[in-house]
């Protein structure tokens, strides 16, 4: 089973994913956030495979943000 994790700051594309990926047996969604920050807060919490996100979130963007999860 993959644990995937869904990031966007648009909700109605949150939503359309989640559809999407509801369709696949072996993929879980453990998450659907919008911004950075709860991401990494997310991620020191629950075990996840993928995170399917947009490159330019709030707060923080998509290469800080792979930074930070590096360093965890």
């Known amino acids: 089973m993959i644990k995937l994790l869904i990031a966007?700051?648009?909700p109605i594309t949150r939503k359309g994913?989640?559809?999407l990926f509801y369709a696949y047996p072996n993929i879980k969604i453990v998450g659907s956030l919008y911004d950075c920050e709860a991401i990494i807060e997310?991620?020191?919490k629950?075990?996840?495979d993928i995170i399917f996100t947009e490159a330019d979130l709030p707060k923080l963007n998509g290469l800080r943000l792979l930074?930070?999860?590096k360093n965890l």
């Open 42 to 44: 997310f991620v020191m």
């Open 8 to 10: 966007d700051n648009h």
């Open 46 to 48: 629950h075990p996840v």
């Open 17 to 19: 994913l989640e559809l």
């Open 67 to 69: 930074r930070n999860l």
